[in-house]
């Protein structure tokens, strides 16, 4: 296997995920910032140009971090970040869920729209008057999440779980764009540093092939 990896959040979600099973994968960097990913040689492995890239030894590309990582999980279990049985996978994909379409998705759209305006407006539409209500949306759903979470130090309670791994890096990179989170959000808050304490947080931040 070959991971076309890349310096944004969604390779880092999944460094930071392989890091967490151990694994080291053959890796390439694709240059974003200078439009590799828009080339045709990238292009031909994943047409809609995004990070991370998955070549399989099958030949088949595989793109979009959290299927990436469901693969994986399929392929090396263990230690597992989504779930030993059916009950622990979809408790995972629950919060999943949650993290990914009330929380990180408003991230990273905001970003596009406000501070990564420059860097976007060329190669997507972007919506510069929507960017401070994407924020504020984001915010009020870490709220909500705080509200529902649960008596354990994690997201699936004892577990560390892939929920957790996107949920991080997505507010890492919050902090880093001008987006930081409401400290006052005291379960978020201990969780962020627990889990920023674990080594594959930090060895996460660069990129395989560039590190």
């Known amino acids: 296997m070959l991971l076309h990896d890349a310096d944004s959040p969604a390779p880092r979600c999944l460094r930071m995920f392989l890091l967490e099973k151990g694994l080291a994968l053959p890796s390439v960097h694709v240059d974003v910032f200078a439009g590799e ?4 040689p990238f292009l031909a ?3 809609a140009g995004q990070t991370p890239a998955l070549q399989c030894d099958d030949g088949r590309a595989l793109a979009e971090a959290v299927a990436i990582a469901e693969y994986v999980e399929e ?12 009950a622990e996978r979809a408790q995972t994909r629950q919060w999943w869920r949650r993290v990914e379409l009330n929380v990180t998705e ?3 759209n905001a970003y596009h729209y406000a501070e990564g305006r420059p860097r976007f407006e060329s190669r997507i539409p972007v919506a510069p008057e929507a960017a401070a209500g994407l924020k504020r949306i984001a915010q009020d759903r ?3 999440l705080e509200r529902l979470w649960g008596d ?4 699936c309670g004892a577990r560390f779980s892939a929920a957790d791994i996107w949920l991080y890096v ?12 409401d400290r006052r959000l005291t379960r978020i808050a201990a969780w962020f540093d627990r889990v920023g304490a674990r080594p594959a947080a930090g060895r996460s931040r660069r990129p395989f092939a560039a590190s």
Do not use: K, S, T
């Open 106 to 108: 408003f991230i990273h």
């Open 152 to 155: 354990g130090p994690y997201l």
């Open 45 to 47: 492995i994943n047409p």
């Open 142 to 144: 870490l709220a909500w």
């Open 75 to 86: 392929l090396h279990p263990e230690p597992p970040l989504i779930g030993r049985d059916a």
């Open 37 to 40: 990913n828009r080339q045709p």
């Open 170 to 181: 997505w507010l890492e990179f919050g902090n880093a764009v001008g987006q930081p989170f």
